[in-house]
């Protein structure tokens, strides 16, 4: 079936800088990818919407200029949280769109800790 | 604009007992996909089932079944004969077809099955 690889599962990062998540479908083209943001014991809140070749569509509410989106091709997707803080410290997963039974397929998700 | 709610935030059960995980939601669309899907602590999302909105027969699948009433706009999950294994977090998450697919996702229900 589909696979979504998302790297890394797990990252430590300084206050201020910045991290980058990347999220790969591997045997299917993903036209369409989401990403999630999810606090502790909390649900996964939808932060953005990319379509290859065009601009992320975000959430209200969420910081375009922080959460830098880019989906230049149809089996890559990267999420960059800039200038991270401790409040930025949450599990982030991405989901692409498939064709199949599933509709979606997620990524193992990154868990982000900043320092 | 869709909308789920899962009321039940934690349930707590002992071994070999049903238990049903409740979902109401919201939609304008008359086209819509809903989903059930199982978070373990590793934090993965695992599909378990996807229907969408002209489906309304009920399906099971081994322990698990599923009751969806477009009247009620529910899609509740009931496991039967719980185990330990099925403590995690269920979600259960709509789409619209006409709202660039995006996954909205519920509060989420903690389940837990204790021996």
């Known amino acids: 079936g589909a696979v979504v690889s998302q790297h890394p599962s797990r990252v430590i990062c300084k206050s201020g800088t910045s991290v980058k998540i990347e999220c790969r479908s591997l045997?299917?083209?993903?036209?369409?990818m989401f990403w999630y943001r999810q606090f502790p014991k909390q649900s996964l809140m939808l932060m953005a919407t990319?379509?290859?070749?065009?601009?992320?569509?975000?959430e209200q509410g969420v910081e375009k200029d922080k959460f830098l989106i880019n989906h230049a091709s149809l089996t890559l997707s990267t999420l960059t949280v800039t200038s991270a803080h401790p409040e930025d410290s949450s599990f982030y997963i991405c989901s692409a769109r498939d064709l199949g039974i599933h509709g979606y397929t997620f990524g193992s998700g990154t868990r982000l800790t900043v320092v | 604009a869709q909308k789920v709610t899962q009321a039940q935030t934690e349930i707590s059960v002992v071994e070999k007992e049903d238990v049903t995980l409740d979902c109401v939601y919201e939609?304008?669309?008359?086209?819509?996909?809903l989903f059930w899907y199982k978070q373990p602590p590793s934090g993965e999302l695992v599909f378990l089932i996807r229907r969408n909105s002209f489906d309304e027969q009920n399906e099971i699948s081994g322990r698990y079944s599923w009751n969806f009433q477009k009247s009620t706009s529910s899609f509740n999950f009931t496991i039967t004969a719980s185990q330990v294994v099925d403590s995690a977090v269920y979600f259960c998450a709509l789409s619209e077809a006409g709202n660039t697919d995006k996954l909205i996702f519920g509060t989420g229900t903690r389940l837990q099955v204790f021996p």
């Open positions: 939609t304008r669309d008359t086209t819509y996909y």
């Open positions: 990319s379509n290859e070749g065009s601009k992320a569509t975000y």
């Open positions: 045997d299917f083209q993903a036209t369409t």
